[in-house]
């Protein structure tokens, strides 16, 4: 399971169609990112244009300096910006908006340059046209680059609301007690928790499935596994409740010593 790198819970989409709750960006925030974007690429082709005409010697030069500020404003600088920031343009960091994968990892450079060349077509020689079209018949507001990359936009800045943790199986408290369990990765977290508060809304196939998927996943950071026969939901419940558990005593004692050195500075 990929990481995710965005601040809230993404629509992760797993293999048996089951989704885990992040909403797409909406069309209006495309657009309005969009803009800002383009803003910023016409001022790079404008003074590019302006600096090859103040430095070129002749008409062959000049074109060459044209041919390549446009490759620099519309090709580079999209594919660049995006891969450092893992998915984040100026526009898309102004309107809290990140591009992740199909999978809601982060995007790598083949991502966004693939993103970048559709647009090529799509945002500047096409006006945006085919792209606003996608956006609208799009579930995920796609555009034709992010069909082609694999990838979709989602708002960074989501209030992640979670499903009540599930409280310690009683059989499984004395395992759990004595179990070495490694910090679990915030994303397998964050979808143990999706799926154990939603047993009511997922079909019961696809949430067999999803269990059988996550305790796979878990059982990379537990040891000794849990009693044979444990059924999965149970094992995942009682790993993250001892977790939950083992990271608040963490914490509570980390306090108790700031507090104490805090007063001893005092004295």
């Known amino acids: 399971m990929a990481d995710l790198y965005v601040e809230g819970v993404d629509d992760l989409v797993t293999g048996e169609a089951v989704t885990l709750d992040l909403p797409p960006a909406s069309l209006g925030l495309h657009l309005l990112s969009a803009i800002l974007d383009i803003v910023i690429s016409i001022a790079l082709l404008v003074g590019g244009f302006l600096l090859t005409a103040a430095l070129a010697a002749d008409d062959a030069t000049f074109g060459v300096g044209a041919v390549l500020t446009l490759v620099v404003a519309m090709l580079v600088y999209p594919t660049t910006i995006e891969t450092l920031t893992h998915g984040r343009s100026v526009g898309k960091y102004a309107t809290g908006l990140r591009t992740v994968r199909d999978d809601a990892g982060a995007i790598s450079f083949h991502h966004a ?17 085919p792209a606003f079209i996608c956006g609208l018949v799009s579930r995920k507001g796609k555009r034709l680059g992010d069909y082609a990359a694999g990838t979709y936009v989602v708002r960074s800045r989501v209030t992640l609301v979670l499903p009540p943790p599930p409280p310690m199986p009683p059989p499984l ?33 696809a949430q067999g499935i999803l269990l059988q998927r996550l305790a796979a996943e878990t059982t990379r950071f537990v040891s000794p596994a849990p009693p044979r026969g444990t059924p999965a939901d149970a094992y995942l419940a009682a790993v993250i409740a001892e977790h939950r558990d083992r990271d608040l005593a963490r914490m509570q004692r980390e306090a108790a010593l700031v507090a104490r050195l805090t007063e001893a500075a005092r004295r």
């Open 113 to 129: 340059f693939v993103r970048a060349l559709v647009g090529l077509a799509e945002i500047w020689v096409l006006s945006g046209v």
């Open 173 to 205: 408290a004395a395992w759990a007690r004595s179990a070495d369990i490694a910090p679990l990765p915030e994303r397998l977290l964050l979808a143990i928790r999706q799926v154990l508060g939603r047993t009511e809304s997922l079909a019961p196939q």
